[in-house]
């Protein structure tokens, strides 16, 4: 049985200045308690208590033209040690993650929105290592850039088209002793994703969506 509680308790304040900009702090405290345990068997578990910040800000360089940067600190759920660990069912801490981005957002029309940014996701990495200890062996960083496009192009019919470019990569121990490569599995370096949906004016309950995704190769 595996069982994950979380509460949290948090304060926001988000302030907005008309045609100069925009500002969003928040603060969070977090109790996380996983408990991992067989028939027969002790409970493992573990317990984190973190304090979580995020902060984004947009300056209004005019009515259709802004930029945006943002910082947010968050919390996964850790996975377990598998089966085939010395240490199985060892629940690590919980995962603590960091995102930074930054961009800008374009209003071309009244109906249509450009946003073009830059990011940054890092966080641990777990796995075995060489003596079958599943324990974090370094982190992996995702960084990239981003494109999309949405807006309304005709009466009843909404667009959205968006690329991700993604460099992700593996550091730490792991790597430095030649036991994992610097690609994480499964990683792509794009993702393109466009979708139509189509409401009819003369049955707006009722929608009509197409999606198409393409993905570059995957790491395997």
């Known amino acids: 049985r595996d069982t994950v509680r979380q509460w949290t308790a948090g304060l926001a304040y988000e302030g907005r200045w008309k045609d100069v900009g925009e500002l969003s702090l928040g603060l969070q405290k977090t109790s996380?308690?996983?408990?991992?345990?067989?028939?027969?068997?002790?409970?493992?578990?573990?317990?984190?208590?973190?304090?979580?910040?995020?902060?984004?800000?947009?300056?209004?360089?005019?009515?259709?033209?802004?930029?945006y940067?943002?910082?947010?600190?968050?919390?996964?759920?850790?996975?377990?040690?598998p089966g085939v660990a010395v240490n199985r069912d060892e629940t690590p801490p919980a995962i603590r993650t960091r995102q930074i981005d930054g961009g800008v957002r374009w209003a071309i029309t009244p109906n249509i929105r450009l946003v073009a940014g830059v990011f940054e996701v890092t966080k641990p990495f777990y796995s075995l290592d060489a003596a079958r200890v599943f324990r974090q062996l370094g982190d992996v960083r995702h960084r990239g850039a981003e494109f999309s496009l949405s807006g309304q192009i005709a009466p009843g019919l909404t667009a959205i088209a968006g690329t991700a470019f993604i460099d992700a990569e593996l550091s730490g121990d792991a790597v430095d002793s030649g036991l994992v490569g610097r690609k994480p599995?499964?990683?792509?370096?794009?993702?393109?994703?466009?979708?139509?949906?189509?409401?009819?004016?003369?049955?707006?309950?009722?929608s009509v969506d197409l999606v198409v995704e393409s993905t570059s190769d995957r790491i395997a």
Not at 46 to 58: C, G, H, Q
Request: proline share 11%.
């Open 32 to 67: 996380y308690r996983k408990r991992v345990g067989e028939p027969g068997g002790s409970p493992i578990e573990t317990v984190d208590n973190p304090w979580l910040f995020n902060a984004t800000a947009a300056v209004h360089a005019s009515p259709s033209l802004a930029f």
């Open 69 to 81: 940067a943002g910082y947010t600190q968050g919390l996964e759920e850790s996975p377990v040690a």
């Open 185 to 206: 599995l499964a990683s792509f370096d794009r993702l393109s994703t466009a979708v139509l949906d189509y409401r009819p004016p003369f049955a707006p309950d009722f």
